[in-house]
């Protein structure tokens, strides 16, 4: 029991706490380069949104805007309900990047102009909300039925599973209007100039049709309204903790510091043990938190919840997450770095 150091473990026990903030964080980070852009709200800088208001029958037609790139009539705005079926937006064009899909097959350009009533729908929300009927499945939105002819999602959780994307000619067949949220993306900002500008030209020239232009503002994930007041707030608690447990630790440990530079250890070889120490206990938090994460996610409540749905372990988390604990680690050693330069050998010695 003579190695055994009360603040050290307690410095452990404040990174493994921290360690769920490090991983939850660079989880959005990493999901940001891992999934289909275009469909889960993290749209390139040079993304065109446009607002069209119509007061007299104009419909838009995106496949005589130019080539490579997807148009799509947002239809819901807010934040997703995961417990509900979630339509994110009618999809225009076929040649540009389709999401990653479970089985069946993304829209042909064919089948987007179709007045036939198709979608491609999330996994989640297949399960809980298609109709099967003569062999076919279905999803109903505003009392139109939609022949299912795809089932999108990836291996690890994403806003694919629980979105639903409708094909442009079913959607608007019947209607004379198309007043709503527009988005343009591609892979080239030359296209979606060039689709912008069409549009716009489309737009201003018809009667009694308003072209509003929108700036798109690109963010990572927001969670619910608690946990983004909680989260700053508790991270700035548990840092602060760490900082503090790290001052008695070097306190507990002051005699053998104290030994080490009477014997002729120099400072750098001090501070570099002391940076170490807490790089190793912050890895210790990590690898606890990573095995609590992947315990939680079979906890229906937590696998379920906003946060927990999203935060899937993979490698380019892992990555991440190591690189915010060793930086994490390092800044917060400075304190217990400062408080061993000022140690008085003799004084400790005595």
Known sequence: MKNFNINGFMIAAAFFLASFFVIIFVNQLAMNKTNNRNYDMFNGPETKKMRVTCAEPFLLSPWDYGNDFVIYDILTESNIDYDSDWVRAVYGKGDFPTPEMKSGAFFTEEQMRSSEPLCVIGSNVAKRSAEKENGEEYFTYEGKRYRIIGYMGTPAACDLDVMVMLNWGGYFDGKNVCTGLYQIDSDRSSAIETAFTNAKEDIEAAEGVE????????????????????????????????????????????????????????????????????????????????VSIVLLSFNETYATSEIGYFTAITPLTVVYAAIATVTIAVVLSLVPVIAVYRIDTSEIIK
Do not use: N
Not at 251 to 274: H, N, Q, R, W
């Open 211 to 290: 072209f509003i232009p929108l700036v798109f503002k690109s963010t990572i994930r927001s969670f619910d309204a608690y946990s983004r007041a909680f989260y700053p707030i508790a991270l700035i608690m548990l840092f602060l903790s760490v900082i503090v447990l790290s001052i008695f630790y070097i306190k507990s440990v002051s005699y053998k510091i104290a030994v080490k530079k009477l014997v002729g250890f120099s400072m750098p070889i001090l501070f570099s043990e002391i940076v170490m120490r807490f790089i190793a206990y912050a890895f210790l938090g990590l690898a606890l938190a990573f």
